[in-house]
């Protein structure tokens, strides 16, 4: 295993055969350079899952592949980055889907146990270990350099086959085309691990930048709300209480921001955090 700089920050190198010190890839997907046509591949995550590429990219999604193995320091650094991005855009349910991609050296554990440790407190997209077909996946795409994220359009086609450098998330909406229509969303669950029926509504959508927030039936206590752009960026920070008796309303001014799509996150006492996009329009 030898280490690679790229773009002024180190990658992880891992070869299965001989290698020559120093070396520097530049398209780390190597088998598939901007614009070719990605083969269809089918992988089972570690909740056993299913997901086939052609599947998803018939439904008009937009694709992003993280390839990663568990001892990866770099992977470990930007993996909170990437499920930011799964969460932002709908946790798979709307026009991007997530999907991270052990490079085959990693078992189910092992790949559970990096996503408790490193994975962040955003909701985590789908992983693979080896043993749901994170090898062949990785070894088709031809990647030997690590983190490596891939953006894979509907048509199938490689969009970007190294999505680098990242240091945020608004790194990897940087990446997506222009006019790709690829925009936040909140997930159709909540995404707290456990699916309890929660509420949590802001309204009116879309609004003027005056919106009302109401946690009812929320866990009592100090919730903390955050309010992001489309790039992911924070723009606006404020806590609400919520009553024992789970009755929380708070007015939020927003008439500040520019016109458009943000997320507003409300992470609660007890630990859960749920989303709700918010729209403004004048």
């Not at 439904?59 to 993280?66: A, F, T």
């Not at 008796?245 to 943000?262: H, M, P, T, W």
Request: charged share 15%; with cysteine.
């Amino acid at each position: 295993m030898y280490i690679a700089k790229k773009a002024a920050m180190k990658k992880l190198l891992l070869f299965s055969g001989l290698a020559l010190l120093g070396t520097t890839l530049l398209a780390q997907a190597n088998n598939y350079p901007n614009g070719s046509t990605v083969a269809d591949f089918t992988v089972t995550d570690i909740e056993g899952n299913t997901h086939s590429l052609y599947d998803i990219t018939a439904q008009g999604k937009y694709v992003v592949l993280d390839f990663f193995f568990t001892t990866c320091g770099p992977c470990q650094a930007t993996a909170p980055y990437f499920n930011q991005l799964h969460e932002t855009y709908g946790c798979n349910t709307h026009d991007l889907f997530c999907l991270t991609v052990n490079n085959g050296q990693d078992n189910t554990a092992a790949v559970a146990a990096y996503e408790t440790a490193h994975g962040g407190t955003y909701a985590h997209s789908p992983a693979v270990s080896n043993e749901g077909g994170g090898q062949a996946v990785n070894t088709a795409f031809g990647v030997n350099a690590f983190p490596t994220y891939c953006l894979i359009g509907p048509d199938n086609v490689m969009v970007k086959n190294d999505m680098w450098p990242i240091s945020s998330m608004a790194n990897f909406v940087a990446f997506f085309p222009a006019n790709s229509g690829i925009e936040p969303a909140a997930c159709a669950v909540s995404i707290s691990e456990n699916s309890n029926s929660r509420i949590f509504t802001a309204q009116p959508v879309p609004s003027n930048g005056k919106v009302t927030l109401d946690l009812a039936g929320m866990a009592p206590g100090i919730a903390q709300l955050s309010v992001v752009d489309m790039l992911g960026q924070t723009v606006k920070t404020n806590t609400i209480m919520v009553a024992p008796n789970g009755i929380a309303r708070q007015e939020l001014d927003l008439s500040s921001l520019a016109d458009g799509q943000y997320l507003c996150t409300a992470t609660l006492a007890d630990g859960k955090r749920e989303l709700r996009r918010i729209v403004i329009a004048r």
